[in-house]
């Protein structure tokens, strides 16, 4: 069936590190994909969006590309910085249905 | 103003008490939905909506029921709660471009 897969956490790195959450999924058709961010005390919110094969969605310096041939949408950042401390889920869009399949989301922690 | 809202933001209760929580949006969308997150589960879908007379359940609807009075209202009721119903709940709202959109969510707690 359609699943979603994302590395487990936490994930603690030093500000200006670099960042990489691996995503893989598992899906018929084509799928639209998702990264959302959830701030402490917060409800999601979502961060980037790849709707097709080889779309790149980029947002606050955050990138993910979507890779048909290895059914994975990782995501990006060049220097992570205290404020991106939060917990960020992969989520897929099952196509035709306007239903969605997240993650188990992945804790990341930056440290001054 | 939030767009899409929740009450309460936490709530205890005690086991076999039915509870309603509730969400209301204002962004206009048709489609509204009700997750509950676990730790190391991620979200999972109760319930969702596509308009006001279209209701279905999700992966984990047993125990849960749903009410769209509106197209801006969606409840989540537990009949009778019990202990591993305690968990974080949101609701989202979804537009024709697949973003959701949610609530800031509700902190259950079973006792």
């Known amino acids: 069936g359609d699943s979603v897969t994302q590395m487990e956490g936490p994930v603690t790195l030093s500000e200006e590190a670099f960042l990489t959450i691996n995503c893989t999924y598992t899906?018929?058709?084509?799928?639209?994909l998702f990264w959302y961010v959830q701030y402490p005390g917060e409800g999601l919110q979502l961060l980037l969006k790849a709707t097709k094969a080889d779309d790149k969605g980029s947002n606050k310096g955050f990138e993910a590309t979507y890779r048909k041939e290895t059914t994975s949408f990782h995501l990006e950042k060049g220097s992570v910085q205290v404020s991106d401390s939060a917990v960020y889920f992969c989520a897929l869009g099952l196509p035709g249905t306007y239903k969605y399949i997240f993650g188990t989301g992945t804790r990341l922690k930056v440290l001054a | 103003d939030a767009d899409v809202t929740q009450t309460p933001r936490n709530r205890i209760t005690k086991t076999g008490k039915r509870i309603m929580l509730e969400c209301s949006q204002t962004?206009?969308?048709?489609?509204m939905y009700w997750y509950r997150q676990d730790p190391g589960l991620g979200l999972r879908l109760i319930y969702y909506s596509f308009d006001v007379k279209d209701i279905n359940k999700g992966e984990i609807s047993d125990g849960y029921s749903v009410s769209r009075q509106a197209q801006a209202k969606f409840s989540l009721s537990l009949e009778s709660a019990i202990p591993n119903q305690t968990a974080l709940y949101f609701c989202?709202?979804?537009?024709?471009?697949?973003?959701?959109?949610f609530g800031a969510g509700t902190r259950l707690s079973v006792l």
């Open positions: 989202a709202t979804s537009d024709s471009s697949n973003i959701q959109y």
């Open positions: 962004k206009g969308h048709d489609r």
């Open positions: 899906a018929t058709g084509y799928p639209s």
